[in-house]
């Protein structure tokens, strides 16, 4: 767990003791893991094949590329770290990349078929 994720969990932590999660919708009540109703039609059905086959869409692929990148940095000796960095700057180019074409797509009424 990188320090990041460690203040987060902190703060979620925190504020569980001091009961701020108490008053949110559904509190107690078990999540509903099959729920795909965030998800666009179009894309339900190929979000579903790749659950299926154990399988994350690339952009999720990359953020855990990273995560475990940003792990093994936390420990390398300096000639290690700079190669690692590279790697995340890439994996996180990568991302961001991806990210525009999914907000252009998303933005662009004709490029989109219900």
Same mark, same amino acid.
């Not at 890439?90 to 525009?100: A, C, I, P, Q, V």
């Given at each position: 767990?990188?320090? +990041? ?7 979620? &932590? ?6 701020? +999660? ?8 078990? *999540? ?29 692929? *990359? ?5 475990? &990148? ?20 890439? &994996?996180?180019?990568? +991302? ?19």
């Amino acid at each position: 767990m990188n320090a +990041f994720e460690r203040l987060a969990e902190q703060r979620i &932590l925190e504020a569980m003791a001091n009961g701020e +999660f108490d008053n949110l919708p559904g509190h107690g009540r078990p *999540l509903n893991w099959e729920d795909d109703s965030a998800i666009p039609a179009r894309l339900r059905l190929s979000f579903k094949i790749l659950k299926n086959a154990n399988l994350l869409p690339e952009e999720m692929q *990359l953020k855990k590329d990273v995560a475990a &990148l940003q792990e093994q940095l936390a420990g390398a000796p300096e000639a290690e770290s700079q190669r690692l960095r590279r790697q995340i700057r890439d &994996l996180e180019t990568r +991302f961001h990349l991806l990210m525009e074409r999914h907000r252009r797509y998303l933005s662009n009424p004709a490029s989109r078929h219900e």
